[in-house]
T-cell receptor, first 108, second 112 residues
């Protein structure tokens, strides 16, 4: 079993829909990251969380440390949000572990 | 402010050769991490450097090595290349460890 599990693997939505991507992890962490990767490979760091909730524009990320779970929400989705979203955790005092990613397609 | 710069962008090598990839972090960033991305394994952590010292290392064979210079620029080296080393190699920098990272566009390495 992977230490970082994401769901769903693939997600197709219509423009304007509210989207949720989930991440569960099984190791102790010092921080959790949400990354966005567009076709062509470029990766952008969206959020780094160690507790609570963060918001940036239409994106919201939450983390529940006790339940070892994080969610990434996209409100009013747009075709430009189409990308792969990757959950990554910084294992306490050690390296980074990654989820397999969620491929999001937003149709106009 | 210039972003993270990785060179070269594309590289083709043959089995048994060795390769050196370069990463110039954002000015002022002292932490540099390297990652390998393949279709089968996804993203995997290679190593992290901070102030010229390797802080963490992922589960990769000794053929994979790296270093960081006093100006924070970093290189990674892969010796005795294998077909399975074909991947996108990504570098990311941050001010210090465990801070939001800024990624380069990567070096796509193909092994023939």
């Amino acid at each position: 079993k992977n230490e970082v599990e994401q769901s769903p693997q693939n997600l197709t939505a219509q423009e304007g829909e509210f989207i949720t991507i989930n991440c569960s992890y099984s190791v102790g962490i010092s921080a959790l990251h949400w990354l966005q990767q567009h076709p062509g490979g470029g990766i952008v760091s969206l959020f780094m969380l160690s507790s609570g909730k963060k918001k940036h524009g239409r994106l919201i990320a939450t983390i529940n440390i006790q339940e070892k779970h994080s969610s990434l929400h996209i409100t009013a989705s747009h075709p430009r949000d189409s990308a792969v979203y990757i959950c990554a955790v910084r294992v306490e005092g050690n390296d980074m572990r990654f989820g397999a990613g969620t491929r999001l397609t937003v149709k106009p | 402010k210039a972003g993270v710069t990785q060179t070269p962008r594309y590289l083709i090598k043959t089995r048994g050769q060795q390769v050196t990839l370069s990463c110039s972090p954002i000015s002022g960033h002292r932490s540099v991490s390297w990652y390998q991305q393949t279709p089968g394994q996804g993203l995997q952590f290679l190593f992290e450097y901070f102030s010229e010292t390797q802080r963490n290392k992922g589960n990769f064979p000794g053929r994979f090595s790296g270093r960081q210079f006093s100006n924070s620029r970093s290189e990674m080296n892969v010796s005795t290349l294998e077909l399975g080393d074909s991947a996108l190699y990504l570098c990311a920098s941050s001010l210090v460890s465990n801070q939001p990272q800024h990624f380069g566009d990567g070096t796509r390495l193909s092994i023939l």
